[in-house]
């Protein structure tokens, strides 16, 4: 079980340190409230960052992959990933420029993704990220072929080295601006759903049921 200290030297938060946690019940509440993950990777000697969906299981965030795509290929070479979870939750408005700025959540995880190859793994981890999307949707979707099997890939990163930051509250303006003459405070922001549209095509029957992005804040 990690400590709530940071797991290593790189994870610690350096800038604006009293933002950092390593709690991981924190991480996880984070991970838990994404669907999206941006994975941070070198190819061929450059940097690329890549969005893809995600969900966490356990100790760990998995990353879902088509298996012919270049990510894939760079996240199957054992080499090193970093890869962030953020959820903007507000625009920060003060009465300076330089003191704008935007309230978030956010986490940082550092590891070597490991592919899961084994079959009965594989749905597992399917299962996971497809109701991460839309709880219970598994059980009333048509299972993945064989075919479709071999074309995705999961990986696997730990979550031992992770760190989240969040930033709440209104802005912190200058004692001396507090008279400028302008409105100040947070535009709350939040992922909200929208009505569903069946897609019209075959059987769209019953209701899509509960879906992630939904949270009142
Ligand atoms: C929505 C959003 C908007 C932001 N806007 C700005 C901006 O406009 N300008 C700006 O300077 N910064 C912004 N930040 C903060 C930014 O993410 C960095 O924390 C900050 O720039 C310091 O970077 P650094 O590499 O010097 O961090 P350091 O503190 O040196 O990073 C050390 C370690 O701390 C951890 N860490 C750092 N940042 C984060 C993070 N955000 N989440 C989780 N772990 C982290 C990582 O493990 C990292 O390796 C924003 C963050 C979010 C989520």
């Known amino acids: 079980m990690r400590t709530r200290q940071p797991a ?11 933002r950092g946690n390593y709690d991981p ?51 199957g070479s ?7 979870v953020t959820h903007l939750d507000g625009l920060v408005l003060a009465r300076s ?3 704008h700025s935007m309230n978030y959540r956010s986490v ?19 299962h996971a990220l497809t109701d991460h999307l839309a709880p219970g949707r598994w059980d009333v979707i048509r299972q993945p072929s064989a075919k479709e099997l071999r074309a995705t890939v999961v990986f696997s990163l730990s979550l031992a080295e992770s760190s ?12 001396e601006d507090l008279s400028w003459d302008v409105w100040a405070g947070v535009i709350p922001l939040r992922l909200a759903r929208g009505a569903p549209r069946p897609d019209g095509d075959g059987s769209s029957v019953g209701k899509p049921g509960p879906l992630r992005g939904t949270r009142t804040r």
């Open 8 to 18: 290593s030297s790189r994870t610690r938060v350096r800038r604006v340190p009293e």
């Open 25 to 75: 019940t924190t991480v996880q509440a984070i991970l838990d409230e994404a669907l999206v993950a941006h994975v941070a990777f070198t190819v061929e000697g450059h940097p690329a960052v890549v969005p893809v969906g995600c969900a966490r299981h356990g100790d760990a965030l998995l990353l879902h992959c088509a298996r012919s795509s270049r990510l894939a290929k760079a996240l």
């Open 78 to 84: 054992g080499e090193e990933v970093c890869v962030a």
């Open 97 to 99: 420029a330089f003191h």
């Open 108 to 126: 940082v995880i550092y590891g070597r993704p490991r592919a899961i190859t084994e079959t009965a793994e594989l749905r597992v981890a399917l």
């Open 164 to 175: 989240a930051k969040i930033r709440t509250g209104p802005p912190k303006d200058d004692p």
